[in-house]
C-alpha cells in the first residue's frame, strides 16, 4: 500500500516520501480502516520536524519508531481482528490513532474510533477528532456555562474554530480573536463579536470576559488575568514558543502551577481522545451545531506539503489529506 514515510526529523520536504509499505494486518482487538481521508494536525508538524526535542524521547532518538504520521482519520472498516465486536466490513468510523494515518490503510483498536456522523463526508468527519477533541475538552475545562462571556484566543484554527461552535452551543456569549484575513470565517462559525489581532490587544479590555479559551499562547498570564471579570477563568491550551529544547513546556508549567490568584483562575488543557467524546462531537454534528472549517485539501502525494504548510502557521480552519475515492 502507499503511505507517508517519515525518515528522520526535520522539513517535510525533506523527511517525507510516498513509498510502497506492507500492508498491515489487525491484532485480536484491532481494526484494519481504509483510510478515505485523514486531516493534519499541529501536533503532526512538530513530530515530523522533531521539535521540541522532547518529543523525540516519546517517538525516537533518530526516527520514529512508527514512520507513517498522521492522527485523524476517517474512512471504511475493512476487516477485523478475531475478538473484535463492535465493527464488522463497511462500517464507516472516525477517530483519533497514535500515527499512521497518512495512508491507504491504518490500523486501529477496536475503541479508538467511532461511528462516522451521518451528516458529514469522509474529508468533513478526518477534521473533527484530534481539534474536536481538544475543543470541547477545553470548553468543559473553562466551565462554561449559557450567558458566560467567552474569549477564544486563535478563533480561526482548527481547534479554535470548534471552540467558537462549541461555545455557542452552550448558549455563551463568543468572542473570536484572529488576524484580519480570517474576520469572516470566525463570524460565519458563530461568534458574536471579533477581534482582529493585528489591530487590538483584546487583554486590555479589562475584565471583559468569564472564560478565556488559549490556542496560541500569545499572552503572558499576567495579560490574561487582566482581561478576566472576578470569578473569570483562562484555560491555556498551549504555550509561547521556546527553544527546540523544550518548546513551550516552561510557559505550561507556569501555567500548571499558576491557580486561582486576584479572583481569577488559570488553569492548563492537556486532551486526551476517548470515545464519548467522539460520540458528543457527533451529536453536536447530527444537530447542526459543528461543521468542520475545512480550508483546504490535499491529495496523499502532496501530504509533505499539507504538513509543511500546517507548520507555517495561520491557520484559516483545517486542512486535509483526501486518500481514497469517497473522501
Not at 153 to 160: E, L
Not at 291 to 303: C, G, H, I, K
Request: proline share 7%.
Amino acid at each position: 500500500m502507499r503511505a507517508i514515510v517519515q525518515h528522520g526529523y526535520g522539513d517535510p520536504g525533506e523527511v517525507l516520501r510516498v513509498e510502497d509499505v506492507e500492508h498491515p494486518a489487525p491484532g485480536d482487538r484491532e481494526v484494519l480502516v481504509r483510510v478515505e481521508a485523514a486531516s493534519v494536525n499541529a501536533k503532526d508538524w512538530m513530530e515530523v520536524a522533531g521539535h521540541p526535542y522532547l518529543f523525540r524521547l516519546a517517538l525516537g532518538p533518530f526516527r520514529p519508531r512508527n514512520p507513517v504520521p498522521g492522527a485523524d482519520v476517517a474512512g471504511v472498516v475493512e476487516t477485523v481482528g478475531p475478538k473484535v465486536t463492535r465493527w464488522r466490513p463497511g462500517d464507516e468510523v472516525f477517530g483519533e490513532l497514535p500515527r499512521g494515518t497518512f495512508a491507504e490503510y491504518a490500523l486501529a483498536t477496536e475503541d479508538a474510533v467511532a461511528p462516522k456522523p451521518a451528516g458529514l463526508g469522509f474529508a468533513e468527519a478526518a477534521a473533527v477528532p484530534l481539534a474536536g477533541i481538544t475543543a470541547l475538552q477545553g470548553i468543559r475545562a473553562a466551565r462554561v456555562r449559557p450567558g458566560h462571556r467567552v474569549l477564544i484566543n486563535g478563533a480561526s484554527g482548527g481547534v479554535g474554530t470548534f471552540a467558537v461552535q462549541i461555545a455557542k452551543s452552550q448558549g455563551a456569549h463568543v468572542t473570536g480573536v484572529c488576524r484580519t484575513d480570517a474576520l469572516d470565517l470566525v463570524r460565519s462559525i458563530g461568534a458574536d463579536d471579533v477581534v482582529d489581532y493585528t489591530e487590538e490587544d483584546f487583554t486590555r479590555r479589562e475584565g471583559s470576559y468569564d472564560r478565556i479559551l488559549d490556542m496560541v499562547g500569545s499572552h503572558s498570564l499576567a495579560d490574561y488575568r487582566r482581561a478576566l471579570r472576578s470569578g473569570g477563568r483562562c484555560v491555556v491550551a498551549t504555550g509561547m514558543p521556546g527553544g527546540k529544547v523544550l518548546g513551550p513546556l516552561p510557559y505550561l508549567l507556569q501555567a500548571m502551577s499558576a491557580g486561582s490568584r486576584n479572583g481569577s483562575t488559570v488553569t492548563t488543557l492537556s486532551a486526551k481522545p476517548n470515545p464519548e467524546d467522539l460520540a458528543e462531537l457527533t451529536r453536536l454534528a447530527d444537530a447542526g451545531q459543528l461543521r468542520p472549517a475545512v480550508d483546504r485539501t490535499y491529495e496523499l502525494s502532496d501530504a509533505p506539503a499539507a504538513v509543511a504548510a500546517q507548520g507555517a502557521g495561520h491557520a484559516r480552519g483545517k486542512t486535509v489529506v483526501t486518500i481514497g475515492g469517497g473522501a
